[in-house]
């Protein structure tokens, strides 16, 4: 199995290319299967999660073709069983669900069951489409839903924000008879990429980037192409590396607009942020202060970005708590942040981070995606090598990690 070793200490300067965002190519793969004609989607970064969701889109019967950096898609729906040998590897496949029932009227999909941050239900996707007609039951641990009088618009309250239940409906409701209303939806800026592809296929959608989300049902939707939005989370994970390592690095295509509360707290904590037109410079040259942060539904900070804040934090001058609302169990990374040397205290749903001079190489092992990234992190700014084992779990979100820190100075490899 590949670990990733990292001999830290080097100040990374340079520039770094932002991939598309694999949290918006996800759901818009889906959007292949709401229509015949071909669905092109360029800006795809190379990851494992993307190579998942192909294979699940190829088993339905799509053909994927993936160039360089263009997925398309096309063809009908032949099968709409969605087996658990794929879903388990990739909870996401769950966005299947509502495409299938709106084109299919019927699909069979693996409950993605539980997973290392939490348990993750998906009651929310299911109660918004059993409100739109379709009849529902679980059944040796497959959700088996049809549409027998087709999906129907309804108004629909999310209980709690959900962006894939959110994306689920969206996709459902294009092509749903009448009008859908979502409220207190999600809106993470995938979902508005996500809305702007189904427009583009020929969906009316209104409220795009609110959380009131108008769907007027059409009956069928075309082909497009569309343009993927840049990963703001791979972005956030580069400009703290940039700041845990004292560096200064230029991300190209990086929109800061999409990540204001990030900014926000790395400017607090000292961090210098210049933006361009292209995107945005990160640079520290000064100490690093402690801050707070709790995560929060967009524009709140994110989830994504709370392992490789605490990292950030773990060498920081002063006290910090970051405080995490959306998952139970997302501090795995905190025993392994404490192994290199990082004094962090868990209280429940905080962690209390008491920031060191330095951090210390050591072996450590990942257990998530944002997880392993911020021990990847923690590595760049440590004294001496760190070794990261089980690092395909960097590779299901991460592009080329090891080159891109690479052409900044980073010593890292991938053994
Ligand atoms: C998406 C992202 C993930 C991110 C998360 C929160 C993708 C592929 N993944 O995940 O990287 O961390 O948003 O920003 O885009 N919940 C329920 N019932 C449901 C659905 C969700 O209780 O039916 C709970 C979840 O357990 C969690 C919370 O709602 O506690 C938010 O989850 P959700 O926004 O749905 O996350 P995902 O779409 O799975």
Redesign the pocket.
Same mark, same amino acid.
Do not use: Y
């Given at each position: 199995m590949d670990s990733i070793r990292i001999t830290g200490g080097v100040p990374l300067h340079g520039r770094i290319a932002i991939s598309g965002a694999?949290?918006a190519a996800?759901?818009l793969m889906a959007c292949g299967l709401l229509t015949d004609e071909r669905l092109t989607l360029t800006n795809a970064a190379r990851l494992a999660d993307l190579a998942t969701m192909a294979e699940l889109l190829a088993q339905h019967g799509l053909a994927v073709d993936w160039q360089g950096r263009a997925i398309s898609l096309g063809g009908q729906i032949t099968n709409t069983e969605a087996p658990y040998d794929i879903v388990r590897k990739m909870?996401?496949s769950i966005l299947v669900l509502g495409p299938l029932l709106a084109r299919a009227g019927q699909a069979r999909v693996s409950l993605p069951g539980g997973c290392a941050i939490?348990?993750?239900? #998906?009651?929310?996707?299911?109660k918004g489409l059993e409100a739109m007609g379709a009849v529902i039951r679980l059944d040796g641990g497959y959700i088996e839903a049809t549409a027998p009088h087709g999906l129907r618009g309804a108004t629909f309250v999310f209980p709690? #924000?959900? #962006?894939?239940?959110t &994306?689920n409906l969206l996709m459902a409701a294009s092509l749903a008879e009448g009008q859908t209303i979502l409220k207190n939806a999600?809106r &993470?800026p &995938?979902i508005t990429d996500l809305a702007c592809c189904l427009i583009a296929m020929g969906a009316n959608i209104e409220g795009l980037g609110t959380d009131t989300l108008v769907v007027d049902g059409v009956k069928r939707l075309h082909g497009a192409t569309h343009a993927i939005l840049p990963d703001r989370i791979e972005t956030g994970t580069y400009a703290c590396a940039a700041a845990i390592t004292g560096g200064d690095i230029f991300l190209e295509n990086a929109r800061a607009a999409d990540l204001g509360a990030v900014l926000a707290s790395l400017r607090e904590a000292g961090v210098v942020i210049s933006e361009e037109e292209t995107g945005f410079r990160v640079t520290r040259a000064n100490g690093l202060h402690g801050v707070d942060a709790m995560t929060e539904?967009f524009p709140g900070f994110?989830?994504?970005m709370q392992a490789q804040f605490m990292a950030l934090m773990a060498v920081a001058d002063g006290a910090s708590m970051v405080t995490e609302t959306?998952? &139970?169990n997302r501090f795995m990374h905190v025993p392994e942040l404490n192994r290199m040397g990082a004094r962090i205290n868990v209280h429940g749903a905080s962690a209390i981070i008491r920031g060191v001079k330095s951090l210390s190489g050591a072996p450590v092992m990942a257990t998530d995606l944002r997880a392993s990234v911020s021990l990847v992190l923690a590595g760049l700014a440590a004294k001496g090598d760190t070794v990261i084992s089980r690092v395909y779990h960097l590779d299901r979100g991460y592009e080329a990690v090891e080159q891109k820190l690479a052409a900044c100075g980073a010593r890292i490899e991938r053994v």
């Open positions: 694999k949290n996800l759901p909870r996401a939490g348990t993750r239900p #998906v009651d929310l996707h299911l709690f #924000v959900s #962006v894939g239940a &994306e999600a &993470e &995938e539904p994110p989830t994504d959306i998952f &139970e």
